[in-house]
């Protein structure tokens, strides 16, 4: 008994030695740390310091334009502020400018118009003094309120301009969500014919059809 209690202080005594020595082989300590177990906790307040020093300096996503570049196959479902700039896809890339510059503002309209059909798309266009009034309004106000008759009533339709884009959703959505309510419809509007034909050409991307016909974003 006494050879086994004898064992047993020495294991005991070899298990405080090893605490005191400090971090393991793998990780030596330099030969100036302090011997006594308190020498981890500034070690492990660093890290923790360390940590909490990374987490922040992340970059924050900007509020204006964190959520929306985005629509389609890459929307963010975030509107309003929370839109990123949309990718205007060139108008040369959706018709030949060159075949179209000798035609009518109404022939080119009509082309337009008929282009989309059936596309996924709305196509219509207005005249340029109405769309340059629209882009001044919008500087002192980008928000607007649309009514939209639907059966025997209408709904409110919400907009936000940020030319050359529009964004829609319907305004009940965004008194629920604010800034994170989806665009039911994106706008994109195309003034290269604005100068010499008094035509703007609009591009309506409908982003929920259940909340949106085409009929209805035209």
């Not at 209690?5 to 405080?16: E, N, W």
């Not at 018709?95 to 000798?102: A, N, S, T």
């Not at 109404?106 to 337009?112: H, P, R």
Request: net charge positive.
């Amino acid at each position: 008994m006494q050879r086994l209690s004898s064992r047993a202080s020495r294991g005991v005594g070899s298990s405080l030695k090893l605490l005191r020595r400090g971090p393991s082989p793998a990780s030596p300590a330099s030969p100036s740390s302090p011997s006594s177990p308190s020498s981890f906790v500034p070690r492990c307040c660093f890290a923790v310091s360390t940590l909490n020093l990374r987490k922040t300096r992340q970059p924050a996503i900007p509020g204006d334009f964190s959520r929306w570049v985005s629509l389609g196959c890459c929307r963010t479902s975030r509107f309003a502020t929370g839109f990123a700039p949309l990718e205007r896809k060139p108008l040369d890339s959706i018709m030949d400018v060159g075949r179209v510059k000798d035609r009518s503002a109404e022939e080119i309209a009509s082309a337009w118009d008929d282009y989309h059909l059936g596309r996924g798309h709305v196509g219509t266009s207005m005249k340029a003094k109405l769309y340059h009034l629209l882009e001044q309004r919008s500087v002192d106000c980008r928000y607007f309120v649309i009514p939209l008759w639907r059966g025997s009533g209408y709904v409110t339709m919400f907009a936000q301009v940020q030319m050359p884009h529009m964004l829609l959703t319907g305004l009940e959505d965004y008194k629920a969500s604010g800034t994170q309510a989806s665009p039911y419809m994106t706008v994109t509007f195309y003034t290269e014919f604005a100068e010499s034909k008094d035509l703007v050409l609009i591009r309506g991307d409908v982003v929920f059809t259940s909340k949106l016909s085409d009929a209805e974003a035209k």
